[in-house]
């Protein structure tokens, strides 16, 4: 499984930025797509996932302020989205792609930079 993430950048703080996410390859059924973030000097921690069956789960630090979706009308590709509004300080970080397979395996993309500040 490949993983291309984009969508980082610079925002000012109450701001918006959207991530998407391609996920390519050996996908298969009972998967999970999302995003983790990891800030200077802080583990790598959840921000949101969302399962090929509709379920979500978000960090209590973003509920409310983001929002993930999926899109899997493609066999061989699934892209997750994660859209982020009232952007603050605290969420600037390396956002990270995780792909989840039925069998719990991990694959990760590359990171992009999310960078809020004024």
């Known amino acids: 499984v490949q993983l291309q993430a984009s969508g980082g950048g610079l925002v000012q703080p109450g701001g918006s930025l959207r991530l998407s996410c391609a996920a390519s390859g050996s996908i298969f059924s009972l998967n999970v797509l999302g995003w983790y973030r990891q800030a200077p000097g802080k583990q790598r921690e959840l921000v949101a996932t969302?399962?090929?069956?509709?379920?979500?789960?978000?960090?209590d630090s973003v509920k409310g302020r983001f929002t993930i979706s999926r899109d899997n009308a493609k066999n061989t590709v699934n892209t997750v989205y994660l859209q982020m509004n009232s952007l603050k300080p605290e969420d600037t970080a390396v956002y990270y792609c995780?792909?989840?397979?039925?069998?719990?395996?991990?694959?990760w993309g590359q990171g992009t930079l999310v960078t809020v500040s004024s």
């Open positions: 995780i792909y989840r397979d039925r069998l719990n395996f991990a694959y």
């Open positions: 969302k399962t090929d069956g509709g379920s979500s789960n978000y960090a």
